[in-house]
């Protein structure tokens, strides 16, 4: 059997918590292989509304296996108080769930560490998260980190001692102050005092070599999915660097996440909105700075599911989606809220770019630097979508991506709840 991915192909926040909830009838396994409590999947369904940030959305569905694997980054804090409690509630989730001892640990002074340099960085800030995600991945390649396996050795504490004394002396030089500091409204002693809780209960849950779970359970025929978080454009290699997470958000990043082999990979859905939004800071070409984004951020509710912070809005961007899927080797498409585009009468698309003069469509190496997008615009279906009968301006819309793309579109989510969806 092979594994397929899905994942994002803009600046994340495509949906793809709905789509996984919805193809996991479909798997034995749902597995997460990058990123950790910077993603925030929501998952609505039966009136109910949940938010993942580490723990895979096949959550919720009777007999579904979730594996968190090596390429993600964990806070125990954040995976056991915030998920885990939110779960419990709605579905057990112990037997379901299995860690890879590789995982590594977000710690309590790694989040400090993204709070000071986000400082450092001043009016050059990436507008992080602030979960700690670069400053852990930093430590993991720097032959660092923590790992979740370490949990479980009696030096435990001697080697988180050890890591947060380093660290608060890289905070110290860049003048940060931790005492007033916050996380999640609790001073660093009383988060630290939570977190090493969290990480003790966490030993308690299948803690264990996931590459070998993972390749027997291909050998043995089962169905994985492959959950991306974040999305194409802020890949580590690929993505508007600096403006970027720290990890390969790319179907790349599955393979050394998993340990999988690539000869593996099967399906890769690649999901993007019927828009463009973006989170944080670096450039957006297609960004609306007018009424229509704002139309754009109220009908789509777009605030960070992770941090609520109002998300940029703007046309949707071929080029940038063209790159994407070629980056991942998309096969199948999934159109995302397209429902937020009901009430507009003209659609508008950017088809290419012009810099230094000429007309590119491809990627110039830093999408920052003077280029102006090219647009076509569109009938827009200006009414209520009924999935029985598609509005002829939204299979237009839809053809001409395809085209544009080169790729068919396999459904239209056309509303939040796991039924509200076209399938082509
Ligand atoms: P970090 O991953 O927290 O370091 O944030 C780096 C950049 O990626 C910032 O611009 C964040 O807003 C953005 N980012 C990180 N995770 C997500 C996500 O799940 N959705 C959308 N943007 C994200």
Redesign the pocket.
């Known amino acids: 059997m092979k594994v397929d991915v899905l994942l994002g192909l803009q600046?994340?926040?495509e949906g793809k918590g709905k789509i996984v909830d919805v193809l996991t009838p479909h798997y034995d396994m749902v597995v997460r292989f990058q990123?950790g409590p910077?993603?925030?999947h929501t998952l609505e369904f039966d009136g109910q509304k949940v938010v993942l940030h580490t723990i895979p959305s096949g959550v919720f569905r009777e007999n579904t296996i979730n594996v968190i694997g090596n390429g993600v980054i964990i806070d125990p804090f954040i995976m056991l108080n915030k998920e885990v409690n939110q779960i419990s509630a709605i579905t057990e989730i112990k037997s379901k769930l299995y860690i890879s001892e590789k995982a590594h640990l977000i710690l309590p002074t790694h989040r400090l560490l993204?709070n000071a340099n986000e400082r450092f960085r001043g009016k050059n800030k990436?507008?992080?998260?602030?979960?700690g995600?670069?400053p852990t991945y930093i430590d993991k390649t720097g032959r660092n980190g923590l790992r979740v396996g370490d949990l479980l050795l009696s030096n435990f504490q001697q080697k988180y001692n050890y890591l947060k004394n380093i660290h608060l002396r890289q905070i110290k030089s860049m003048d940060f102050d931790y005492s007033t500091a916050l996380i999640d409204g609790l001073s660093f002693a009383e988060y630290e005092l939570a977190w090493l809780q969290a990480a003790q209960e966490l030993k308690s849950y299948h803690i264990c070599a996931t590459e070998y779970l993972l390749n027997k359970a291909l050998e043995d025929g089962k169905k994985i999915l492959a959950e991306g978080?974040?999305?194409t454009l802020?890949d580590i290699e690929f993505g508007s660097y600096p403006?970027?997470?720290?990890s390969n958000t790319i179907a790349a990043g599955v393979c050394s996440g998993l340990g999988i082999p690539p000869n593996r990979i099967g399906t890769v859905y690649g999901l993007f909105k019927a828009y463009c939004t973006?989170?944080?800071?670096?450039p957006f070409p297609t960004e609306l700075f007018d009424d229509t984004g704002e139309l754009l951020r109220t009908q789509g509710n777009e605030f960070?599911s992770?941090?609520g912070?109002p998300r940029r809005c703007g046309w949707l961007d071929l080029p940038l989606l063209k790159y994407a899927c070629m980056l991942n080797g998309v096969t199948e498409l999934i159109m995302m809220k397209a429902d937020v585009l009901n009430s507009l009468k003209t659609l508008t698309v950017c088809t290419n770019y012009t810099y230094k003069g000429k007309i590119i469509t491809e990627i110039p190496y830093d999408l920052s630097d003077d280029i102006s997008p090219q647009y076509e615009h569109f009938k827009g279906w200006n009414n209520t979508i009924d999935i029985n009968n598609i509005p002829a301006a939204l299979t237009d819309y839809i053809s001409f991506i395809e085209q544009y793309l080169n790729l068919k579109i396999k459904l239209v989510s056309v509303g939040r709840d796991r039924t509200q969806n076209i399938i082509l």
């Open positions: 600046w994340g926040d990123g910077n993603a925030g993204d990436i507008g992080s998260t602030l979960k995600i670069t978080a974040q999305g802020l403006y970027v997470t720290s973006r989170v944080g800071e670096g960070g992770t941090t912070r």
